[in-house]
């Protein structure tokens, strides 16, 4: 069997897992969210991480009918999480360039939100700087009626996609994510350092909230403290938990 067909029948066999990777305040430690990434758990193979098969499933379209899974997948997890005696927090998934072109996206999502009796605020997307930059003009429909619609949208890996930053402010999204290509020498005196804080005066200019990924030392935590970026997400605090390791980790903040 083909590697595509293999992901075609692990889609409809629901093989596919949302893993959790917390989002802490890094002058606390706080939680302040988590990001699901997608693993594919083959029953002989194991756990098979998103990048073995989600280039294959943008080239082929198999990534409408994962991305849907996915979007079923947290809004299940959501449920979850926002039972009783639990202190739930925001989730983002990521949405892969060719999915912003589809119009239907922002009502799909809507819909399953709201047979999940979840609320827009419960769910962040997001979307890679690269992707939103190749497609400018056909993708600000999709992102405004998402945004309209109240879902958070974060602008993923970004620092590594040429923005035109004259174009950056007329998209309604919420958040820059700072790629965690930078992160890796901060606190070293690295020429790194001025390109994290002009995103971070970027951000504050634009009225975007920030955050920095991949942090793997309390160095690096410390130098994004003082220099304006205190969201983390990376190893130092955890790496991508199961679902119901996560849900432990709502059940002992509550
Ligand atoms: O978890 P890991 O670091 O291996 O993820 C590798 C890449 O896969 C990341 O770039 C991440 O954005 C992407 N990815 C993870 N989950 C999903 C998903 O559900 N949909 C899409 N489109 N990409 C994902
Ligand atoms: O492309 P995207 O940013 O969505 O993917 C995030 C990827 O980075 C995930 O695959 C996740 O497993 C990985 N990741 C998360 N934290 C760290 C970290 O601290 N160090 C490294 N090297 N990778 C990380
Ligand atoms: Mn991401
Ligand atoms: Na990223």
Excluded at 15 to 36: C, F, H, T
Excluded at 73 to 87: E, F, K, Q, R, T
Aim: proline share 5%; with cysteine; hydrophobic share 45%.
């Amino acid at each position: 069997l083909t590697l595509e067909a293999r992901l075609r029948r692990a889609i409809d066999q629901h093989e596919l897992e949302l893993w959790y990777q917390p989002k802490v305040d890094g002058r606390s430690g706080r939680l302040i969210g988590a990001e699901g990434l997608v693993r594919w758990r083959d029953p002989k193979e194991g756990l098979i991480p998103p990048g073995h098969f989600i280039p294959l499933a943008e080239e082929t379209g198999l990534i409408v009918p994962l991305t849907n899974q996915v979007l079923d997948l947290v809004c299940a997890d959501l449920s979850l999480m926002h039972a009783p005696g639990l202190s739930p927090v925001k989730v983002s998934v990521n949405i892969s360039a060719a999915q912003l072109d589809d119009e239907r996206l922002p009502e799909e999502i809507a819909q399953r939100l709201s047979s999940a009796g979840l609320s827009p605020l419960d769910l962040e997307l997001e979307i890679t700087e690269r992707a939103l930059m190749a497609r400018l003009d056909s993708v600000l429909g999709t992102l405004s009626a998402l945004h309209r619609l109240g879902i958070s949208l974060s602008l993923d890996d970004f620092g590594t996609g040429y923005s035109s930053l004259g174009y950056l402010g007329r998209f309604p999204i919420d958040e820059l994510k700072i790629d965690q290509s930078f992160v890796r020498d901060l606190g070293t005196g690295a020429a790194d350092e001025m390109v994290v804080r002009a995103i971070v005066a970027l951000a504050r200019g634009l009225g975007l909230w920030v955050i920095a990924e991949g942090i793997e030392t309390q160095e690096q935590a410390t130098w994004l403290c003082a220099n304006g970026c205190e969201w983390h997400q990376g190893y130092l605090y955890s790496r991508p938990l199961e679902r119901d390791a996560f849900l432990q980790l709502l059940d002992r903040r509550a």
